[in-house]
């Protein structure tokens, strides 16, 4: 059994958004190695957490290590972990997954074989890891979840987050350098 680094949830989003590159995630089997996040604070106005606290957004206020799901656009279904101090309102959504277990339940939720197109971007990964409102407020750190951290440090990038219409510069997406399972590139 290989020795991981340990994944800290009590820091800021952005220093818990680029530990996470190259964890390995697991929701009952089915997953694989993060190769992208990206980083949301209360203080930051592209945040679910900006306005307060709600009864949509009540999990992002932590405990910290928990599961907020949420629904993008009404569609897709999204997956971020909760940081920080409880209260605060901090977490870093999952963009993409480079898959390694579970294909088949993968490839059958989604309706695709393509393996690199399985968990490129925050709906597919909670697609393709069943992942669904059910999963909202989980401890990330026992069943249907299994996280562990990356067994060595990483080569991250990093650049400007994706698909918000506010505080679209702020450079808190990071992804993992040269994986071709990032939902988009970091050119």
Known sequence: ?????SIDFGVSSPELARALIG????????????????AYDVLDPASHSYGGRSVRNATMFGPPGRAYVYRSYGLHWCLNFVCREEGHGAGVLIRALEPTDGFDAMQARRGLLE???????????????GITGAHDGLPLDRAPFELK?????????????????????????????????VSRSFG
């Open 115 to 129: 393996p690199r197109l399985l968990c490129a971007g925050p709906g597919r990964v909670a697609q393709a890891l």
């Open 23 to 38: 964890a390995s995630f697991w929701v009952e089997g089915v997953g694989g190695r993060i190769v992208e996040t990206e």
């Open 1 to 5: 059994m290989c020795s991981s680094l």
């Open 149 to 181: 951290g990356p067994s060595v440090v990483q080569d991250v990038v990093v650049g400007a987050r994706i698909g918000i219409s506010k505080a679209m510069d702020v450079p808190w997406r990071f992804g993992l350098k040269g994986s071709r399972f």
